[in-house]
């Protein structure tokens, strides 16, 4: 890891493996843009949905995204916010570090990413919009048959929660989260396209009205697999229990 990038990982970020950065990933990583190989995504889909018991392909794809948006969302929010630098996450730039059942757990980058070339919310962010998450949950959607947005609310979901974590980071600014706040606040982007990470999470005030809960926008449907049943922010859960209560 270079200077440039060490001071991210204090506070919220304490617990996290630093990115490896080197100029040379190693044979040892995965280039991010293998994930665009259709055969190669469904044997990886298989290796990780083995733990589930080969349980629905949707489901299992969901869950994988979720550790790999997790990854994407904590070091590229805490580089671009923080630093205001922009994180080589392309896939045709970045390498991925695997478990042995294929889930995301670390990122290989060729460099410690440049400074932000500006910073309204959109084109700050558009490497990881368009560079990574765009083309990744088109395939990942082609491959196992679930909803585009799922994908998209996977990330929305990580996005919204570190870019409110970052806030309690030693480095931040009072209004660090903004930008990321901005982004999800509109409804298009720039273009005209429909922003995929608009409002992913909702905030709603359960029986104890100074805790609010964490509610997604969309299901991300591990309740498919049946040991495993509704996250701990589903909205398919929040309303059955609101339903109860009532």
Known sequence: MTSALSPLYIGPLEGLTPPRVSAAPGPETLAARELLDPAYLDALLARFGARYGHGDRRAV???????????LAAHGLAANLLLERDLPLGLDELHLEQSAVGQTTGLALRHAGRPLAELDPYPRFATLLDGHLTPLVEA???????????????????????????????MASPDVSEPARALMESR????????????????VTPAEPDRPARVRRLCCIRYLIDELGYCGNCPLACRRAGKAAG
């Open 188 to 203: 298009s982007l720039p273009d005209g396209r429909r922003n995929p990470l608009y409002r992913p999470v909702r905030y």
């Open 140 to 170: 990942l959607a082609a491959a196992s048959g679930a909803s585009p947005k799922v994908f998209w609310s996977n990330a929305g979901n990580y996005f919204e929660y570190f870019a409110g974590a970052l806030a309690d980071h030693p």
């Open 61 to 71: 794809a969901s869950l994988w995204s979720k550790w790999h948006f997790s990854a």
